[in-house]
Every structure is written in C-alpha cells, then in structure tokens.
C-alpha cells in the first residue's frame, strides 16, 4: 500500500532529526534520573517515580508528535519533492494519510523506547522492601533485604501492567495530536500550528476547568462561546489515568481495562474525523 510505503520513509527521516533525538535523549536522562531518589522510602520513591515519569513521557512525547506533524507536508512542499511523488500512482489520501501514519509511528517508536526505560526502572525499584532499604542491596539479594524473588518478580510485573496501561493510554493521546498536528499543517505554517495544537493540548486538558468556569459565567455569549470550544476540542483530560497508575487502589469509572479502551476508541474516533477533514482539504488544495 503506498501509504505505508509513505508512513515507513517519513519514520526513517524523523528518526534522523536532531531535534527528535534531542527530545529523546532528555526524557530518557530524565527517566534515569529517578533512581537517585534512594532517601525516599520504597512507596514513595514508586509512587513519586511514576507520576513524575508519565508524566515526562506525556509532555516529551507531545513535543515529539507536534514537532513531527507540523513540519511533515510543508517540509515536502518547500524541497517540492511532494511533486516527483504525485507523478507517480498515489493518490493524495495515501500520500496524506501516510504522512498521518509516519508521524504516529515516531511517536510510537519514541513512546516505546521512553516506556522500555520506565518499565526496567519501576521493575528494579519493586525490589525495595518496604522499609526503604538499599536498593543494590535489595536487587543483588533480595531474600535478605527482606523481599522474597516471587514477591520481587509479583510486585515488578503488577507495577510493569500499570505503566503499559499508561503507555498505551498516551499512545492514543499522541496519536490524536498528530492528526490535529497534520491536518493544520494545511493551513498554517510551522511555528503558527506548534502554537494553535500546543494551546489545543493544553486546553483540552484543562477541560474540568473550563467546565467549571463556564458554569460560573453570567455573560450569555462568553458562555456560549466557553461551551462551543468545550464541546469542539478533544478531551485530553480523559486520557488522564495516571492517578490510577501511581495509586492503583483509586478506583476509575470502569475496569482500567475497559477504561482505557473507552479513551482509545474517542481518540481514533475523533482522529478520524479530524483526518477525514484533512484529506478533503488536502484533496483540493494546490501544492
């Protein structure tokens, strides 16, 4: 399929950016970082690492997709290279959607190398007996620590399925920035849609409390404009499990499971309809 020849090229010349890398390498510093908290005792070191480590992978992540996306079909168009392969039998869906593909395969391929860090790091720290003792010495000989190696590899694989079900709860979100990323591509130049996805991002995480100060405003228009942007936006906010992840025991509206496939489905479905718009746009646009 010529869109995923597309998606596979765009992978490769991502992975070749500096500035990809660069992101990369700081969130993977920052994610080592987190084995210097040994004056913390085992839960709070866990409960501290994780919130502070999902929530590195979400914003380098985010970084990761919108730097990608935005520079995607405007990059093509300035070296006209976008030309050469509309000469040829692709259709401007395929070349559209597998720019689209491309940028979600580096945000998954750097999600998952950020998300292999975490996991090895939050399987190591399951060996910390609760007392907070060393935690070479608790990895070298755990029976003496006072962690048995079931209890180790029990608590080290329970912590490793909550931190994939983050992962796989950011994937879907990264996956909805860059259909955003993308589609405004079309219309705005790069440093404008960094910005215009950016304040999308953060507002549409922000949602519970735009839903409170809309309800808290008298001025008809103002609220009616408030509850048309709250409606439109996506609702980052719902991807937000980490609560869940850092305290297991906090209980969400659903299964975790269930939940976490409820929030992937809005992000594909809601992709799609910002990807159908692109491609309409893009399939009558002059390039």
Known sequence: MNAWVIARNTLGDALRKRVLLVFLLLAMVMLMLALMLQYFTA????????STELAIILIFGTLIAITTSIFLIPNEIEKRTIYSVL????????FFLGKFLGGVLTAA?????MAIVLMIVVFILSARPAGGADLAGAGAAG???GVSPKEWLTTGFREISLVLQGCYVILFELVLITAIATTLSLWF??????????????TGSLQ???AAWTRRN????TKMLANAFYYITPHFEDFNIVGHIVHPEVALKMSPIAYALEVSLYGV????????????????KEV
């Open 43 to 50: 839960r709070e070191q866990m409960v501290t690492f994780k």
């Open 218 to 221: 008298d001025l008809p228009l």
């Open 208 to 210: 519970d409390v735009m």
């Open 269 to 284: 479905v809601y992709g799609l309809m910002i990807l159908l718009i692109g491609v309409l746009v893009f399939d009558k």
């Open 109 to 113: 391929v750097t999600l998952g190398l």
């Open 189 to 202: 130049s790069p440093t404008v849609n960094f910005s215009i996805t950016a304040f999308i991002f953060v």
């Open 143 to 145: 029976q003496a620590a």
């Open 87 to 94: 000469s040829k039998p692709v259709q401007r869906w395929e």
